[in-house]
């Protein structure tokens, strides 16, 4: 059978499995950040621009907990996204909270900013170059899975990511807490009048937003090095993939991701100089055929 | 075309008074830019030559983005992409083309409007945040592109670009030759924004940042307004960086990379948005903190960062709008 994929394209088989898996993880990373963002945005109506510096923050604060505390990867999975978080909550309460009356492009530009302070920061205190985060014990290896090698802990990062994705949509489409929160994104007010105390749901979700980057970013300290660059590379592309999908469903935003990191993968086996670009590209076509994006509403 | 007759259905106010004066400069305008006209003049002999050049190619730059955030109130989050490929072509222009400056300079202002064109195009499909991400995207595009092309010199850029002599005759070696054609360029474009903000298109630029749908409903085309306007910033972005890369005689992938696009809202927000003079200052400050700053290191961006939230926080007229709001004028 591999000898008939290899005739059909004319591409070594593990080459084309083996970029295929990179394009899911990529894709995985996608999935979770743009969904975080599309989930603030809901909200609060702004575009979070701070959201890759926080996918930075989750895996500098496992690697804190490493190599300060002693406390592992399990560890970091737990406490990383409480930690950044909580910082989130306090960025919210203290700074975008004061916006919520104003254009959004202030909200962006705020947003910015922050992302900016933090990175410097970051860049300041651990410099450009990169640090180590080793895969954990019980994730390192590979499986021989007949067509290819596939590390174990890459295979970890995608069914993770899915479970992740997959729980935020539950607790946004299946639970009564949900239901307050799509309430509040169509009609604030009415909700408000309803007693339910809106302001403080705004906070949780923007936290849970930023949780949700800081989660990628432990399942990517592995993979990449964790650096402070980390966040701001992938944040385009993610506001691409955000274009792509439209703000409107949290399952389109999950779809788009994994699906956009697969092409990125084929593009990398097919044509190599244009895995860079495709994303913008498919954006492009996408704004032409349907502007409001492939889930989302006019 | 009625459009004079047409925007008076728009309360005052939100169009903002039509004052006599020359070329739509008013009154306290005209102190203003007598001011800066003389500080052009005695800035080389007081200040280093390339730092003034440098700032006034960022003012100039700063200036296009203003056009469009301050009164179409469209946030382009990829200038860069202008400014930068607008360095790349002129300085290809000069280096392999053997073009004289100013040849070279149009050339790169072309390549950013054209490039405006087709980016204007897909971008006003969306409006808001979305016209930013999308915006920022095509830039980053244009950035991998850059990395690529065999033109731009990957990680070196084009290095040595000569500046040539103005007409084929005037030799730009010196940096005083060098400045007076950077002060005529920035002169010619800062007097021609006010230009247009100040005419009856620019009237309906104002009229679509305040209430887009009324302004439709009055009759006019607003895409097409929004796409000539995104083409003008564009164009003069291209300008801009053309300029720059003559100055330093090397274009890089620093000026298409993202933190480009940023520094440039960031300039137009602390000098004010939607004031004539603010792009410069702004640009004035941005430049003279990376400067004066330089030795802080990674330093610099985080009092970027502070400088963006403080503007969001506390003074979201900005420097120039701020000053103009004290003296009860318009600058």
Redesign the interface.
């Known amino acids: 059978m591999l000898e008939t994929i290899e005739g059909l394209i004319g591409v070594p088989a593990p080459l084309l499995f083996g970029q295929l898996l990179l394009g899911l993880i990529n894709g995985a990373f996608y999935a979770m950040l743009s969904l975080g963002l599309a989930v603030i945005f809901g909200l609060l109506n ?2 979070n621009f701070t959201h890759g510096a926080q996918f930075m923050m989750g895996a500098f604060v496992a690697w804190m907990l490493l190599a300060w505390a002693g406390l592992g990867y399990w560890w970091a999975m737990l406490l990383s996204p409480l930690i950044v978080g909580f910082s989130g909550i306090i960025l919210e309460k203290v ?1 975008i909270s ?2 919520y009356k ?1 254009d ?3 909200g ?3 947003t ?10 970051f ?2 205190e651990f410099g450009s170059s990169g640090l180590p985060y080793r895969i954990p014990a019980e994730l390192s290896g590979a499986w021989d899975l007949g067509f290819m090698f596939m590390p174990i802990y890459r295979g970890w990062v995608v069914v993770a990511a899915l479970f992740f994705c997959i729980a935020t949509w539950l607790i946004i489409e299946k639970t009564r807490l949900g239901a307050y929160l799509r309430a509040a994104t169509e009609r604030a007010e009415l909700v408000q009048a309803f007693g339910i105390n809106v302001p403080r749901m705004i906070t949780l979700t923007y936290g849970a937003g930023v949780a949700l980057a800081a989660v990628a970013g432990v399942l990517a300290a592995p993979i990449y090095s964790v650096n402070p660059q980390m966040g ?1 590379n992938l944040i ?2 993610v ?2 993939v ?2 792509i999908g439209g703000m409107g469903s949290i399952l389109g935003s999950i779809v788009t991701g994994f699906g956009l990191g697969i092409v990125e993968g084929l593009t990398k086996v097919f044509w190599p ?1 244009a895995s ?2 495709v ?3 498919i ?2 076509i996408v ?2 055929a349907r ?1 409001a994006g492939l889930f989302g509403k006019a | 075309m009625s459009s004079e007759t047409t925007i008076t259905a728009i309360p005052t106010g939100v169009v903002g008074k039509q004052s006599p004066g020359i070329w739509g400069f008013n009154g306290s305008q005209l102190i203003a830019l007598v001011l800066m006209l003389v500080a052009l003049g005695v800035a080389p002999f007081l200040l280093y030559p390339v730092f003034v050049m440098k700032l006034l190619c960022f003012a100039l730059f700063a200036c296009a983005f203003n056009l469009l955030i301050g009164y179409v109130g469209l ?1 382009s989050f990829g200038h860069a992409a202008f400014f930068g490929m607008g360095g790349y072509v002129a300085g290809h222009a000069a280096k392999v083309w053997g073009l004289t400056p100013e040849l070279s300079i149009i050339a790169g202002g072309l390549v950013g409007a054209g490039m405006g064109v087709a980016f204007g195009w ?2 006003i ?2 409006q ?3 016209f ?3 915006t ?3 830039a ?2 244009v950035y ?2 850059c ?2 092309a065999p033109f731009t010199g990957g990680e070196d850029g084009i290095q040595a670009i000569p500046r040539g002599k103005l007409f084929g005759f005037i030799s730009m070696d010196s940096d005083m030759a060098m400045y007076w054609l950077v002060a005529v360029v920035f002169v010619i474009g800062f007097v021609g924004v006010h230009r247009v903000i100040h005419s009856p298109f620019g009237q309906v630029m104002k009229a679509i940042r305040e209430n887009e749908p009324r302004t439709t409903s009055l009759g006019y085309r607003t895409d097409d307004y929004k796409l000539v306007a995104f083409i003008l910033s564009c164009g003069l972005a291209g300008v801009a960086g053309a300029v720059k890369t003559l100055v330093f005689g090397i274009a890089t992938l620093t000026d298409v990379h ?1 933190s480009m696009s ?1 520094e440039v ?1 960031l300039m137009t ?1 602390v000098g004010g948005l939607g004031t004539i003079f603010g792009p410069l200052i702004g640009a004035g400050v941005v430049v003279g903190m990376q400067n004066y700053l330089a030795e802080l ?6 009092i ?6 403080a ?3 506390a003074f ?1 007229r900005g420097i120039v709008g701020e000053i103009g709001n004290l003296f009860k004028v318009k600058l």
Do not use: D, K
């Open positions: 702004i575009i700074f004061r916006l104003l959004h492009l202030y962006l530009l705020l910015l900013g922050l992302g900016l302070i933090i990175e410097g920061v860049r300041n701001s385009i592309v506001f691409a955000v274009v100089e860079a670009t994303i913008f590209v954006m492009a704004l032409l502007p | 946030m897909l971008a499909r969306r808001g945040i979305y930013a991400m999308i920022m995207a095509l980053q595009m991998f592109f990395v690529q993202f940023g809202v927000l290191g990674a330093w610099v961006t985080v970027q960062g502070g400088i963006f939230v503007c969001v926080l979201r």
